[in-house]
């Protein structure tokens, strides 16, 4: 499409919508001064029309039912910004698709889910589907991803594309709070989805990752084969103990395509203090690729919010004005890639934290599980024990992480530790 004057409606008037009308308001002369195209937001629809919003609703039309803006003559493209797999907004885009509209989506979990189909819809109806502002907010990686390095071939990405829960870890770091503390701040914030456990089950990286690895290597979109932990099991000691150390904890999200095999994983990691990953404070996003001709480059910013999303999404309402011809997943839709789950073909180093029973023989009996899966320790440290409970740290030399589970199971079996140890990959980046 090259046109000069866009019709836009939006579905969803919460933070990101208003932000997205609040930044066209604001840069509409600017925009249109830049690039000859005038963006008009006609019609909006919202869960609510009385709620309080920083903007004046009575310039829009409102409409109660979205499934109305499919048929709007007035409407070149569609902006579906209420989240959710499940519902209303996979119906809005798939019908407003099937009507010739254009769309403009921040939705991670709909496109993680069911990209594959959207995108072979909006082929069929030869239609531009853009989401910029699913993964890493304010940071443009999908453009990155879909134009500027496709020349490349790229071998790895890995990130923290998970705000809520790099806000968590930071907080818990820089102030010695435990999590549930900074958990709970978080939430009154705002910045935990409206189902916590997709941000810090590790859900919402994995449906971003997902995406970005579909892109980034040609594989097909295959969230469910992302190998997912999330950050729960991360205590406020493991964090100090891991910066003794030299490292930080911090929610990965990695996948690398080697040898026809994709491997995909979320999961907290121990990185060296001095890496681009471990400087990445509060909700900020960091995405590093790594190809073979463009070498390792690094893409940080703010990975949610307002401002950031809603320049996400106006970016792409510009791309699809000036006539957008990037196909939704490039052409990993025809691809026959294969995508493999978890990460436990390659060695690793393993911090490990056990409340150890104050009895003599548990050591002995601790090392003997270790060696019986050929697991040596690098580092080890007894705490002064209290209470009939020794908090043992470890770190191990390299082995497969399937080894270091047995022997974890063994232990555990043995009666010798209270709860579950706790391990967390070192990940060499
Ligand atoms: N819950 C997401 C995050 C919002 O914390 O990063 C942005 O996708």
Redesign the pocket.
């Known amino acids: 499409m090259r046109k000069q004057k866009i019709g836009i409606a939006i579905f969803g008037l919460g933070t990101v919508g208003s932000g997205v009308i609040n930044l066209i308001n604001k840069q509409r002369a600017s925009i249109k001064l830049r690039t000859g195209i005038d963006l008009q937001v006609k019609t909006v629809c919202a869960k609510s029309k009385r709620k309080k919003r920083p903007f004046n609703l009575s310039s829009f039309n409102w409409v109660d039912d979205p499934i109305s803006f499919t048929k709007d003559k007035e409407i070149d493209v569609i902006v579906e910004l209420v989240g959710g797999e499940k519902g209303i907004s996979r119906r809005v885009i798939e019908e407003g698709i099937k009507q010739g509209k254009h769309i403009v989506t921040a939705n991670?979990a709909l496109l993680a889910n069911f990209g594959e189909n959207l995108a072979k819809l909006a082929e069929e109806y030869e239609v531009s589907l853009r989401y910029e502002a699913a993964v890493a907010?304010g940071i443009p990686i999908i453009k990155v991803l879909t134009e500027s390095l496709i020349s490349n071939k790229l071998t790895s990405i890995y990130g923290v594309i998970?705000?809520?829960c790099n806000y968590i870890l930071t907080k818990m770091e820089t102030e010695g709070r435990d999590y549930n503390d900074v958990f709970s701040e978080a939430k009154r914030l705002g910045?935990v989805?409206a189902d916590p456990e997709l941000?810090i089950g590790g859900i919402?990286s994995a449906h971003k990752i997902s995406i970005l690895s579909s892109l980034a290597f040609g594989t097909k979109l295959d969230y469910r084969n992302v190998s997912t932990k999330g950050i729960k099991s991360v205590s406020l000691e493991d964090i100090r103990e891991a910066s003794k150390m030299g490292f930080k904890i911090k929610l990965l999200a990695r996948a690398e395509y080697k040898k026809g095999v994709l491997e995909q994983e979320v999961a907290p990691c121990l990185v060296k203090k001095n890496t681009p990953i471990a400087q990445v404070q509060g909700?900020t996003n960091i995405v590093v690729l790594e190809g073979e001709d463009i070498g390792e480059t690094v893409f940080s910013g703010p990975?949610?919010g307002m401002g950031p999303t809603a320049s996400a999404v106006v970016s792409d309402l510009i791309s699809i004005a000036l006539g957008d011809k990037v196909p939704t997943l490039l052409n990993s839709i025809r691809s026959s890639k294969r995508s493999q789950k978890g990460v436990n073909e390659k060695e690793s180093s393993f911090y490990v934290r056990f409340q150890l029973r104050d009895r003599s023989g548990v050591i002995a009996l601790l090392s003997s599980k270790l060696s019986s899966q050929k697991i040596s320790i690098s580092q080890m440290k007894q705490k002064e024990p209290s209470k009939g409970k020794a908090t043992l740290i470890m770190t191990t030399h390299k082995t497969l992480q399937e080894n270091l589970s047995k022997a974890l199971h063994q232990i555990k079996k043995s009666k010798i530790c209270f709860g579950e140890p706790v391990s967390i990959r070192i990940q060499e980046i």
């Open positions: 991670k907010g998970n705000g809520t910045y989805e941000d919402d909700s990975g949610a």
